[in-house]
């Protein structure tokens, strides 16, 4: 009887080896994805972001030209500064 619980053992430890390793084979799948739809989320998130900078910039460069006076006279030709 010894002898045989003594056989089954080196199975059970595979098994639970095998179980173990199919485990962290998933987990390790799992989080690539997970990261994957991170870096894609991320991504898009980026990118809104830029063109929401780019249209307070474009906003911004609008407003400023309107509040800068006009320095050239009607006949197109700068003052002279004496």
Not at 44 to 69: A, G, T, W, Y
């Amino acid at each position: 009887m010894r002898k045989q619980q003594i056989k089954t053992r080196p199975g059970y430890a595979l098994l639970i080896s095998l179980i173990l390793l199919t485990l962290s084979a998933g987990v390790v799948v799992f989080e690539f994805r997970y990261q994957k739809q991170q870096s894609m989320v991320n991504h898009e998130l980026m990118l809104k972001f830029q063109s929401q900078i780019r249209q307070n910039l474009d906003k911004l460069n609008d407003n400023s030209r309107e509040k800068v006076p006009n320095l050239e006279g009607e006949s197109g030709k700068k003052p002279l500064n004496n």
